[in-house]
């Protein structure tokens, strides 16, 4: 199975991704049912009012989710197997602009089966005050809170 990493984190879904790498999306931790991700607004993301288009933050969040849902290496039993969203749904909260730095944190709240329910948390900082992605979120070191996904997956076979 090929891997691809974006700073330094591998994960097999990145390996052939060109949406999230179009969205210069940096993969900075993943563990089971965990994932945090970031980048920044550029022009070409922005709505006609100036700010963050849905669509953007929308996809941003997904690919968190995705993360979060499959194994960074999955065991032998996960390798014909992969999860998909079976629904998702957001609550933009406040806009974002061009130049911010968006993270994303994505984790799973519940499994039952082969279905599971995720949070991801969306928060803009602007470049100077973005904190560590690295650091366990407790939200406000990667800036204001604009955006809550809420993501339905389910486990099927990999075609």
Known sequence: MTESTLSGVKHS???DDPASEWLG??????????????????????????????????????????????????SPQEAGLITVAAGADINFLKPAFQGQRLTAVAGLRSTAGRSGLYDIQ??????????????????????ELIAEFRGRSRTIAKK
């Not at 945090?36 to 969040?61: C, D, K, P, V, Y």
């Not at 969306?122 to 800036?143: I, L, Y």
């Open 122 to 143: 969306v928060f803009a900082a602007d470049p100077q005050s973005a904190g560590s992605p690295a650091t366990p979120p407790d939200g406000s070191e990667f800036g």
């Open 13 to 15: 879904i990145l390996a």
């Open 25 to 74: 999306i940096e993969v900075h931790t993943v563990s089971t049912g965990q994932a945090t991700i970031s980048m920044t607004l550029r022009r070409e993301m922005l709505n006609g009012f100036g700010m963050a288009h849905g669509g953007m933050i929308f996809a941003f969040a997904d690919t968190a989710f995705a993360l979060a849902c499959n194994p960074a290496e999955p």
